[in-house]
């Protein structure tokens, strides 16, 4: 077996919910359940830049994009580059997002970056993943419903 060469990457990759959040805040949501427009489409563009601007591999993309399997973030990259090279409107938002990714302060403390970097750390510091967060606060709410049937009250959500 042969290590992998990750001599070209750098030390410090932007963080995958960086580069979700700028997407998001740009065009939309990304990270919903379901393929529904726009936020499928979003959700490639994303994936596109969290390949080619943020070096990250596809299995760690689908992981983050609500479990999607590796081979959906083949497809999303690929079209998403056929889409580029065709649509001159899109190419010029893909370099205005890279061009945002890329020009987020990732120096030490201490300084004027320090409000951006406290905003990019994880949110959950416990080790908990937002998708664990997620499941688990849809159980505690059909639990929910589910008392409130038992006990004849009508559960509004």
């Known amino acids: 077996m042969f290590a992998p060469d990750r001599r070209h990457q750098s030390l410090s990759r932007v963080p995958l919910a ?52 590796h081979t959906t973030v083949l ?18 938002l893909l370099s205005v997002l890279t061009q945002e990714i890329r020009s987020l302060p990732n120096g030490p403390p201490g300084d004027d970056r320090l409000r951006l970097r406290r905003f990019t750390q994880p949110l959950f510091p416990c080790g908990l993943e937002e998708e664990v967060l997620d499941a688990l606060a849809d159980r505690i709410v059909e639990r929910l419903k589910y008392e409130a049937f038992i006990a004849g009250l009508r559960f509004e959500s």
């Open 18 to 69: 960086t580069i979700d959040r700028v997407v998001s805040v740009r065009l939309g949501p990304t990270r919903v359940k379901g393929n529904a427009q726009p936020a499928a489409f979003n959700r490639q563009v994303a994936m596109y830049l969290a390949k080619h601007v943020g070096d990250w591999s596809t299995p760690r993309i689908g992981k983050f994009y609500n479990g999607r399997h």
């Open 75 to 92: 497809w999303a990259v690929k079209r998403i580059s056929t889409m580029r090279t065709r649509d001159p409107e899109l190419d010029g």
